[in-house]
């Protein structure tokens, strides 16, 4: 009976169904596979587009405003004022880092100054404790402006409400705590508290000027007809002045950073659900195997009947993608109940309102590749049932390991999986990241494969040992249908998933935590005046007259053109983006920096008087396709400047010294007002000496910034603590998926096991001789496993610490010893587990069947 004609179809579908009836067994773990990738897909997924949603929801009071008009270390002009004012409502203020010191010059922090005018906020609500109305919190009073601020800034000085603050020239009375700023999240990541202060009061502590680090903003509420269609606002703003070098976004762009991370960092987590779900299709594939070993005899019956090939692998493909689909439910409705789970959660740690609910484009994605991947995994053994004759089938004890799919069958896996892989790279964010990826699990899968028959090679060509029980492990390795492949691959993987990921994160915390303070400087000094550098030198190296100074002039430039195109995110690759992000630190120098190392092309002479050249950073110039001889187009100032490129440079960004991706020459800044940068590099200061120098520097020019590299140190190695934990969680779930199917593959082959323990039993072996025998099998297996997974994942994270992050790679010896003793527990405890009942079986049973 023909597979392709629709009564077929139907009869298959009814002999599935009545297949079916019998229960699960034998296709728990199949179910479990499944629905474990689906649901950490789908999870992953449906949080990643709460949070968007509820970003892009909130994008009015996120961004303060409809739209929203930024430029750095410059106010705008009358003209644009007057553009901007014709929109509707406008909020004006400022954003700079600053030093505050304590009313007796005791102590000193630094903090996020922000300033902000009478119609702040035009969404949401700036909520303090006390509440208080604006003119309360602002005002001057008693020769001191109002102040609202963060409790950590309160905790770290000792203070409390009523207690005064210096900043720069001005005194500032702490009126308020801070509970809720609406637009926070649009300012992006803070190092420091905040400090919040009127417009007036920014003026009067004397902060502005030539060169300071300060980012401007305008906030506007737009009128009915600039609020109907936004788009157009923003292009007559860029169109109507072209060289006005500011940063233009919408509510629909409230947070682009925030949202950019959450896709990046739901595309990596999908990767890792998505291994997940490709190691559970291994244990789908011993799943059905083992079910159809059992179901030899109604298979044979139905061939002996006329049932063709075509029509048994239909009927048992129906029955297993009816038990997939059961299994991609269950893990939908888990994936689907996630962000109701999370809402609360993320609600502590992002200041968004997230809004849970059904999403079922993420839904829909995690239930492809379950499907797919169930499809494809199940195809194999069916095609190899398919092929087996209904003779061989009444002889055999089951399918014989070595038997091969027919071609149509290894064509039709083979594209799903090509589908599943192309489904999985056009709905990630970053394509490239991806690709390699999913070329890195497919490497995987193929060197795992060749591990395992490398073992079983090693086992036959092993001599012969006095030990019983290890005669009998080896022998049970390579023989026939031996378990070897299905452990080996089942638990690489994931293993493999656990070290590159525990040496990443252990590599990220020894750069931060040991090399990185070890070369990092002590101090960041920005906002230092012509006027003031050489005092301020003065006073550093009286106090640390170890350290080494080291001063440069530093301007802040947007890229405006390349080659004279003008350039956007969306024409330069992924890597070379952030060049294009904001205002870039620049600056101008007569010789080649200190520890800087020229990678291509010569440096200007000391004299040179000649058109503007710049010094562009060797790896940023590859990302963007740059090379000696393109021109540059930078607003610095509101000036539009064209640099020729006349060298590349060698820049290490993990060493935290001064490094800028573009160095001009000095001639292409005559006369323009700047201010200096500087580091301290003391490494015997310790915490004494350095407040002291904070102290002394601070007191005597306070609107000098100082950022003490340390602290900056701590917040990044708390960050990279809790990704290291999100993403180590995430990993484990690849790791269960693996056990999944190592029992899985167990299983399956404990209708082989039964009768060899029964067999040996009747020729005298001992319980105890076979529970040594399969614990040196297991632990000769997780051995072989735990050496690949330490060389694949050593390869893997050096890579990716190397060559994507730029940064040293070490092996860690404990890493290994921890991975080693894993992959030992996992195949002896599980292995031994699942054999104990086979160990206890009773000899005339089994016989009577042979």
């Not at 829909?364 to 209904?390: C, D, K, N, S, V």
């Not at 799919?405 to 039709?412: D, E, F, H, S």
């Not at 990279?720 to 190592?742: C, D, E, F, H, K």
């Not at 029964?758 to 020729?763: F, H, S």
Request: some cysteine.
């Amino acid at each position: 009976m023909s597979a392709a004609n629709p009564a077929g179809t139907g009869l298959a579908f009814r002999l599935a169904l009545r297949e079916l009836r019998g229960g699960l067994s034998g296709f728990y773990i199949f179910l479990a596979c499944v629905a474990l990738g689906t649901a950490a897909i789908a999870g992953v997924n449906s949080v990643s587009q709460m949070m968007t949603g509820s970003i892009a929801a909130e994008g009015r009071t996120i961004l303060g405003g409809d739209i929203r008009f930024e430029t750095n270390n410059r106010d705008i002009d009358e003209a644009q004022r007057e553009f901007i004012a014709g929109l509707g409502k406008v909020s004006a203020g400022a954003g700079l880092r600053t030093m505050a010191r304590t009313g007796d010059g005791s102590d000193q922090s630094l903090v996020e100054l922000r300033s902000v005018d009478e119609a702040y906020p035009l969404y949401g609500a700036l909520v303090t404790e006390p509440a208080l109305p604006r003119a309360a919190l602002f005002e001057l009073r008693d020769g001191s402006y109002g102040a609202v601020t963060a409790q950590i800034l309160l905790d770290r000085l000792g203070l409390v409400i009523g207690d005064k603050l210096l900043v720069g020239d001005a005194s500032f009375q702490i009126r308020a705590t801070m509970v809720t700023e609406p637009d926070a999240l649009s300012e992006g990541f803070g190092f420091a508290p905040r400090l919040m202060i009127s417009a007036e009061a920014l003026t009067s502590a004397g902060l502005i000027r030539p060169g300071s680090l300060i980012e401007y903003g305008y906030r506007v509420r737009l009128d009915a007809a600039g609020a109907a269609d936004i788009g157009a606002v923003r292009d007559a703003a860029t169109a109507g002045f072209p060289d006005a070098g500011w940063q233009v976004r919408t509510s629909a762009n409230a947070a682009p950073a925030l949202t950019r991370n959450i896709e990046r960092f739901s595309q990596f987590l999908t990767l890792v659900g998505l291994t997940a779900l490709i190691v559970g299709g291994v244990g789908v594939a011993n799943a059905v195997r083992a079910y159809l070993d059992s179901k030899r005899g109604v298979i044979a019956t139905l061939k002996c009947v006329g049932a063709q090939s075509r029509f048994v692998v239909l009927v048992y493909l129906i029955e297993v993608m009816l038990i997939a689909a059961m299994g991609v439910v269950i893990g939908l409705v888990a994936g689907a109940s996630m962000p109701f789970l999370a809402a609360n959660f993320l609600a502590g740690m992002v200041p968004v309102t997230a809004h849970a609910e059904l999403y079922p484009s993420a839904l829909g994605m995690a239930a492809l590749f379950g499907l797919l991947t169930a499809f494809a995994f199940a195809l194999l053994p069916l095609g190899r049932a398919g092929e087996i004759p209904a003779t061989a089938l009444f002889r055999q004890q089951g399918f014989s390991a070595g038997a091969r799919a027919g071609l149509p069958y290894l064509i039709a896996s083979g594209s799903t999986l090509a589908l599943l892989c192309a489904a999985a790279i056009a709905t990630a964010d970053d394509k490239r990241v991806a690709g390699i990826f999913i070329i890195g699990v497919a490497a995987a899968f193929l060197v795992l494969r060749l591990v395992g028959q490398l073992v079983q090679w090693l086992a036959r060509r092993a001599p012969v040992v006095p030990s019983t029980p290890l005669r009998l492990a080896i022998g049970n390795i390579h023989r026939p249908g031996a378990l070897t492949p299905s452990v080996v691959l089942s638990l690489g993987l994931g293993l493999a998933l656990l070290v590159t990921l525990a040496l990443i994160d252990s590599d990220l915390r020894r750069e931060l935590s040991g090399n990185l303070p070890e070369r990092a400087p002590n101090f960041f000094f920005v906002d230092i005046q012509s006027n003031e550098i050489e005092d301020f030198e003065r006073i550093v190296r009286a106090t640390a007259p170890e350290g080494k100074i080291i001063k440069v002039p530093m301007l802040r430039g947007r890229i405006l053109e390349l080659n004279g195109k003008e350039v956007s995110e969306a024409n330069v690759p992924e890597g070379g983006r952030w060049v294009l992000r904001g205002d870039r630190g620049v600056t101008y120098a007569r010789n080649l920096p200190e520890n800087t190392r020229l990678a291509e092309g010569s440096w200007w002479a000391a004299d040179y008087a000649g058109e503007p050249l710049v010094s562009f950073s060797a790896e940023e110039a590859g990302e963007l396709g740059l090379k000696i001889g393109d021109t540059v187009t930078v607003s610095v100032l509101g000036r539009s400047i064209t640099a020729r490129i006349a060298n590349l440079r060698d820049v290490e960004w993990e060493s935290l010294s001064i490094n800028f991706v573009m160095v001009f020459s000095p001639n292409t800044f005559a006369g323009a007002p700047h201010a200096w940068m500087a580091t301290l590099t003391d490494p015997g200061a310790d915490a004494a000496l350095e407040g002291q120098i904070l102290r002394n520097v601070t007191q005597a020019h306070p609107t000098i910034t100082s950022l003490r590299v340390k602290d900056a140190i701590e917040i990044a190695n708390r960050l990279v603590g809790q990704i290291g934990i999100a993403i180590r969680a995430a990993a484990s779930v690849a790791l269960i998926a693996s056990v999944l199917v190592l029992a899985g593959a167990l299983a399956a082959g404990n209708r082989a096991r039964m009768h060899d323990a029964v067999v040996l039993k009747t020729l005298g072996a001992t319980r105890r001789t076979l529970i040594r025998a399969y614990s040196y099998e297991y632990g000769l297996l997780g051995l072989a496993t735990a050496i690949f997974a330490l060389g694949f994942g050593g390869v893997a994270a050096w890579f990716l610490v190397s060559r994507i992050m730029h940064m040293p790679s070490q092996f860690m010896p404990g890493i290994a010893f921890a991975t080693l003793g894993v992959a030992l527990v996992v195949t002896v405890g599980i292995g031994l587990a699942g054999t104990w009942r086979v160990l206890g079986q009773k000899a005339a049973p089994v016989l009577r069947e042979l």
